[in-house]
């Protein structure tokens, strides 16, 4: 099972809205177990992983034992059910990691392979999959993505200064973390004044893994988006979608469009924002499951108070920026953290500076539903 999640992760930020499921086949030949099949969901999200293992296993499977680390489909959807694919190939054991809940399976996937015959055990390194499986169980569940949030800081609690755009609080190690923490989500967050301020790609710049940029998910309530940025003139090779209220001018979104941009229209605060709850919600609902939000002061603060930050990445830079530097979370951003429920969960050194990773236990939680 520690296999078949790893091989899961192989394909997180690839497959949405379908989530990242790994599968081992073993037999057991003559007394000596051998993995005979390996497989991870597709690119896209099909071939399951399933068919991907039996495949590789052929006329192995016969007999075998299969791990998977989500309970296998037994819906006819875009492809005919795994949980055939098993009967047919004549497995005679599945070891599941985490039922699934979505409505089309939720504990039918099982009761077809017992009902086939088929020893069944669940629950096995469930943990690990809850937390693995955490996007698409949020989508599931909740109807929105499981959000992930990153700052920096310097030690004394500033994100930059005034005026000086993208100030690199934190050195080159932090910055590959970051990229490989795109890549492995479906949509990437900002708002609008970093764009205005930084004027960023958003991409995945680590050797190998260029193509593996997630959309880019820009908040802009009142359609101030710059033509000339980056995100926009890029938007025809890796998408662009901005999340708008009705006081983004209709010219406006037309050009936007024109460029490559999707413009997605919800629902403004009272104070005129876009509403977070729904432009999540309007992102699960085009199928994604994984947000990671690269946050500016504001964003930060309101998605915290919101309640709606699932996991919280927190790098701190060696160096002080001093009194002239930008604020954020009230420079205390451990304290913001722990008053709003998170504890440690990670804490580790990337050269002279520090990442310290943070969840929610209440967000796990949630993903069982009720
Ligand atoms: C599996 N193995 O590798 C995955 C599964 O649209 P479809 O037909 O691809 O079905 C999508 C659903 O299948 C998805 O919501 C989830 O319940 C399940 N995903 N199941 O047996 C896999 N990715
Ligand atoms: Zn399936």
Redesign the pocket.
Known sequence: MDLALRLGRRCAGL?A?????G?VIAHNISGRVEIVGRGW?QEG??P???RVALAEAGPLAREATAY?T????S?T???SP?ADALIEAGIARVVCAHP?P?R??AGR?FEKLRSAGIAVDVGLMQERAHRDLGG?LSR?VRYRPWLQAKMAFSPDGMIGIEGQGNYPVTGALAKSRTYALRAQADAILVGCDTVLIDNPALTVRLPGLEARSPVRVVLDSKGRMPLETILVQTAENTPVWIVTTEQMPRDKANALKEKGCDILRVDATPEGHVNLKLALEAMAERGINTVFAECGAKLADEMLKAGLVDEFFLYQGAEQIGPNGLVALDGSPEKALFSAGFILEENCNMGQDKLKRFVRPQSLDALYGD
């Open positions: 497959t809205e379908n989530p990242a499921v599968c969901t999200g099909r399951h992983a399933e998977v989500l309970e296998p489909c819906h959807g875009k492809s795994c699934d979505d089309r399976v996937g698409f599931t």
